[in-house]
């Protein structure tokens, strides 16, 4: 259960456009299991070394880099969201709303 959660969660971060975040509980949301967000970060915390989903672009409900501390470097998340034209202030992105990207709720 908990891998093909894992593995649902990824199928979604791996449609976040470049330039754009969402939120754990949006995916939590759009997996129909709105309560899950807790385990939506498990599993950004779990895809470690996963060059093809892109965790950094998965933020808390109000744009906070609460995941930093899971990638290597002092400031990975935040560079890696600046390259792609967001820019971060105190660990938190600037214009969320505008830069917040809604996966589609599945139809399960």
Known sequence: MEDNFFERVYAIA???PEGKVTS??????ALGTARSARMVGWAMNACHGRED?????????IGVLSGKHHFQ???LMQQ???N???EVIDNQIVDFEQHFWQPEISQQ
């Open 14 to 16: 791996r449609q976040i």
């Open 24 to 29: 754990y509980g949006a995916i939590a949301r």
């Open 53 to 61: 989903i892109p965790a950094h672009r998965v933020v808390n409900r």
């Open 73 to 75: 470097g002092t400031n």
């Open 80 to 82: 890696l969201l600046e």
């Open 84 to 86: 792609e034209g967001i």
